[in-house]
Each structure stands twice: as C-alpha cells, then as structure tokens.
C-alpha cells in the first residue's frame, strides 16, 4: 500500500442516548461519499466511526429503560450501526468508547497528562447543563439557559480535575495562522477566534464524581473521565496509538488524519480540545477538521422535543437508499443549513432522478434493442452537435473531482446532472427514431448511440460516491468493465461492439404526491391538540409601569460571545442605550442600523453573555421569519 497516498477520515462518533435521526444520518453519507471519490481517485483510505457511549445522560436513560448502563449502549450502539449499513456506508472500523483497548488507552493518557502537569487537581462550581454534560459560568448562559442546547442548567460544585487549555492557547493560536486549511468552512474558524481564543480560554473540567457510568480515573476511583477526552482521542485508539508508544500499524500508516467530519455544534471540541491534547501529547494534529452545516426539517432544527423527528430507516422504506442519499448530498450545501421537506423530496426524486437520470438510461437502453438488438457500436459517423456532448463530459470530470476534493458535493451533483441535461438534450438535437426511418442513416444512429451510452458511463462513474448502487446498476445494463475514474479523460473507451441488457432496471419510478403524502401521515399521525395556556390578563396600571418609547438604531455589531446576539446602540431621544437582541438569525448589524424600533425603556439593565442590555426591543416570530415592530414616528415618542 505505500505506493498509494494514504487518505484518513473520521466522523464525530454519534452519542448513544437514542436512535440517530436523518439529520444525525447525513454524516455517515456524506463522510461514505468524501471516501469513495478519494478511493476512486487511487488512495488507499481508511475510515473510521462509531459511537460515544459514557455519561449521566446515558446513565439516566438506561435507568428510565430499566437496563444496566452497558446493556441499553449496547442495545443503541447496534441500532446505530444497523441505520450505517442501511445507508450503505463503505466504513473500515466502527468504534466504540467502551472497547477494552480504548478504555485502557484513555485511563493512559489522562495518568500521562497527570504525571507531565496538563492536567490538576481542583473543584468546579457553576451552572451545569446535564444534556451536554458541561458547566457554564453565568455569563456564558442565554436567557438563563445552556448556550449549546437551549435546555435547563443548576448550579452544581463538585471536585474536578482540569486541563491546562490556557498553557497552549497562543501555541493554537500559531497553529491556525500558519495553517489556514485547518477549520473549513472558514466561518467556523473565525467563530472560534473571536469567541473563545481571543476572550482568553479558561481551564478545562475533564472528570467528573457525581456520575459513575464513565472511565474511572485510575489513580484517584473516586472521579470518572468526563466524556470529551474520553470521545475524542477514539481518532487515534481506533488506529491502535498507544500511549507507552507500541503504536499498531495502522496508526503509523494514517496518522494524522485528513480530515473530521463533524457537525458545526461541535466545532469547539475538535478544533480547541482535541488539537490542544495533541499537543500535549506531543502528537501530530489532524489536517482538517470540516465543521458540516445541519439538516433542518423545513426551517427548524430536528429535535423530539418539536416532534419534527425523520429517521433514515423509514425513509429509505418509503424512496429507496440511493434516493435519500442523493437527496441529503444534493441538498445541503457547504457552508449553509439545508432543508428536508416532503414537497422537495418528492420533487427531487421525480424530476431529477426519475426524470433525467433514469429516463435518459431507459430511452438509450430501448433504442439500443429496438435498432439494433441491443449491440453498441461506434461507426465513426460524427456530426459537430456530437463535439459539444463530448466535451461536455470531459469539462465535467475536472469539475467533479476539485468539488469533491474542496468537500462541496451538492455542486459537484450538480456537475454531472449539466451533463445528464446535456445528454437528454443531444437526443432531442440528433432524433434518432427520426434516423431510424432512413436506411442510409443506420451507422449515424448507431454513432449516436454509441456516443449516448458513453455520456451516461462518464455519469455513472462519478455517481458512484453519491449513488453506489445506482452506479452500479447503470455500469451493469450498458455491461461495462471501464468504471475508473481516472481514466475518464477520454471520450471512446466504451467497447464498441457491447450488447447492453435487454431487460433494462427502471431506476426510479415516479411517485405519486397523495400516495406519498398518506404513507407520510401514518408515518406521523397528527397530535391530539392541546389547549394553550392563556396568559394572564393585566390591569392598565400594569400596562402603565411600562415605558415602550420609539429609537433608532445607529449602531449594531455581533455580541462577542454569542451568535445569535446583537449589541445595539439605540437613541431614544433624550440618551443612547445599549440594547442585546436575540436576532441575529434574522438582521445582519450592517442593515439594522437606521431601523425605528420600539423600545421597553424602563426595563431593569441585565447581563446578557457578558454584555449589559439597558433594553428591550419588540419583536415576534423565530429565527430567520423574527421581525422587530418599528413605528415611523420621531425618536422619543411614546407609545401608549
């Protein structure tokens, strides 16, 4: 294998507390479809996942389940698996954080980190959130609540070991400057720069007493390891790194990796945490760390809490694996949230795949049989309209390759279905049941067959990251043994002479919406609806306490600490107050400023993240669809 260049990756290791949803499934894919193009591109690749299974919240799930800790990971862990398989995932290694050599290595690595100093004794006290697992200082909170997950927190203090994040924080801080690469999308990067390198990074808390279902700190029984040093060094245990340095081979041959595929939540984790234990290990870190946007269901985050849950196994039983994978592929962008809603699958699955795709294949396939028995034969009987088919295919390839390489797989789908249109629109251009008339026009219809099936081959080999069984499918009809991407640089290399089958696979049939949408309603029968609570009514002496006054804006930027926060600057006639808002989702700073806004101006000032908040502006609705009230009246007039 050392003559082939060595391609490592990793997805986060999904957290056993339940069965992951679709949203939860599109890493699996997405990493399954970096690695395919890079084992069609001649790499010799490795890829790793698993599953993250220490904690409180695993701890108090399996009571509730009436299981022993190690029995419901065990019962979750091979659900997890099961839904990777499903979604025909090519994984090398699938890892678990309660495997006996990773247990062992972790139990190493905290005594190392002990022994050298990285790691001390001390106590903790401050608002733990007990989802994830984490303490917050009071000003880190939102609106009272976790900042990571939105859920409750209480003040908690217990003895704690801690890593000595801040001794390697301008070390790290090098190490992004002299590796632009290291975060993508370079947003995220930004975002750990300005909201937690430049504050200063405060001490990690890396054990835990108040739980017992995790690694035991084996020099002191009493503490558990808590779960990030725990989850995170499975990158390395899984290649078998040792701590004693008896490293295995597989560590030798891959480390370090790539890349890590992970979900944008976690970017912190991996591109602070992780890189900062490397470094304290004296060990390589990784080549970069790719921070995935989400998958919302229409315009919200999949949560149980919402009821808006979508797992993979029932949508691969309603549109097939190769259609969901294609759908999650193609719809979520680089560096942006994508959206998965009932319509667009439908409309995805019929128009592009049903329609382009797998109509252009069946056509071919039916005029190859009817004219002549199947047979594929070049004739050499070449027109200028078979030049831009031809290069249109050859143009594609480079293209497809450098988007899959830059990990923006939604345009490089895009690459091969210009080449799909394209092809549909050669026989439209060349009408060939039209040549099939004129006996003197045979070898210019085989010519064009022939260039037909070699357009949809260039197609079907590089769908097979995206599609593999539909690529497969496809190779297979047309019976061809030239499936090597890099050999895509020429046009001809079909066999001519082939007989393609004669009873050709329809790929993906059309679906009929009300069918879809009753399947779907079984799939989530309506809740039973239940009465808001109404607010209390109010006396007009109690609307009078209130002071709500017209202001502009005339200055807004990003609060420091919070994305989902804006510090605005708003004169209210007679003084300019500062006011934090939770809608960044939906104004940008630059835009909101000039804004006449209605302010609550009697309101008692309030820490919000760190930053004072004089105010409160009026607003209503969520996320991007939030719009503040404004008044076009002069600043400082009341409103009664």
């Not at 005594?111 to 959130?129: A, N, P, R, V």
């Not at 390697?168 to 990067?189: A, C, M, V, W």
């Not at 200028?384 to 789908?413: G, R, S, W």
Request: proline residues 5%; glycine residues 6%; negative net charge.
């Amino acid at each position: 294998m050392k003559d082939k260049k060595n391609f490592y990756l990793t997805t986060a290791i999904t957290y056993t507390s339940g069965k992951p949803h679709i949203g939860n499934t599109y890493e699996i894919v997405l990493s399954d479809a970096i690695v395919r193009h890079k084992r069609q591109e001649g790499y010799n690749t490795y890829f790793q996942t698993g599953t993250d299974e220490h904690g409180i919240k695993i701890e108090k799930k399996a009571k509730e389940a009436g299981l022993e800790p190690k029995a419901y990971v065990d019962k979750v862990s091979a659900e997890v698996k099961r839904i990777w398989d499903l979604m025909d995932t090519s994984y090398d290694h699938f890892i678990r954080t309660t495997d006996e050599y990773h247990v062992k290595q972790v139990q190493k690595v905290f005594k190392k980190l002990y022994d050298q100093g990285d790691i001390y004794l001390d106590y903790y006290e401050g608002y733990y959130c007990d989802a994830c697992e984490s303490f917050f200082t009071e000003s880190q909170l939102v609106d009272g609540k976790c900042p990571d997950c939105g859920g409750e927190v209480h003040l908690a203090k217990e003895e704690a070991y801690f890593f000595k994040l801040s001794k390697y924080q301008d070390r790290l801080l090098q190490y992004y400057n002299d590796h632009p690469e290291f975060i993508e999308p370079e947003s995220r990067k930004n975002e750990m720069i300005n909201n937690f390198l430049k504050p200063g990074l405060q001490d990690l808390c890396v054990s835990r007493t108040s739980f017992k279902w995790s690694i035991p700190v084996d020099f002191n029984p009493k503490h558990v390891v808590y779960v990030w040093i725990d989850a995170l060094i499975n990158y390395i245990t899984g290649l078998g790194y040792d701590v004693d340095g008896n490293n295995g081979e597989l560590y030798n041959e891959f480390w370090p990796a790539d890349v890590h595929v992970i979900g944008k939540d976690i970017v912190r984790f991996h591109t602070i945490y992780w890189p900062i234990l490397l470094m304290a290990l004296d060990l390589p870190l990784p080549k970069q760390v790719f921070g995935h946007p989400w998958l919302l269901m229409g315009e919200s985050k999949m949560s149980k809490h919402l009821g808006n849950v979508i797992y993979a196994d029932d949508l691969v039983e309603m549109f097939g694996v190769d259609a969901v994978r294609y759908y999650l592929l193609h719809e979520i962008p680089y560096d942006n949230d994508g959206s998965i809603t009932w319509d667009l699958l439908i409309e995805r699955i019929n128009g592009d795949l049903a329609n382009i795709l797998g109509n252009l294949v069946n056509r071919t396939l039916a005029m190859s049989n009817k004219y002549f028995g199947g047979i594929v034969e070049d004739r050499g009987v070449s027109e200028p309209v078979d030049d831009e088919l031809k290069q249109t295919a050859l143009n594609m390839v480079p293209k497809f390759n450098k988007l899959m390489d830059e990990y923006k797989l939604a345009k490089a789908i895009d690459e091969i279905f210009v080449l799909l249109r394209r092809t549909n629109k050669y026989i439209d251009d060349t009408t060939p049941w039209v040549l099939a008339k004129d006996e003197s026009k045979k070898d210019r219809l085989a010519t064009v067959l022939y260039n037909l099936t070699e357009a949809i081959r260039f197609a079907a080999v590089t769908l097979e990251p995206i599609m593999p069984s539909t690529s497969k499918k496809i190779l297979d009809m047309i019976n061809t043994d030239q499936r090597d991407l890099l050999k895509l640089d020429t046009f001809g290399l079909y066999q001519s002479g082939t007989k393609v089958t004669d009873h050709p696979e329809v790929l993906f049939a059309r679906l009929d919406p009300k069918e879809v949408m009753a399947k779907v309603e079984k799939l989530n029968p309506p809740k039973p609806v239940v009465e808001k609570k109404k607010t209390p009514e109010i006396t007009i002496d109690d609307f009078g306490k209130m002071e709500l006054v017209v202001g502009e804006v005339v200055k807004c930027e990003k609060h420091p600490n919070a994305d989902k926060l804006l510090v605005s600057q708003i004169n209210v006639g007679d003084e300019t107050k500062q006011i934090v808002s939770g809608i960044a989702d939906a104004y940008k700073p630059e835009d909101f400023v000039g804004t006449k806004v209605i302010v609550v101006n009697n309101l008692k000032p309030a820490k919000l993240r760190g930053v004072e908040s004089q105010g409160m502006i009026l607003a209503g609705g969520k996320g991007k669809k939030l719009k503040v009230a404004t008044a076009d009246l002069p600043v400082g007039t009341i409103i009664h």
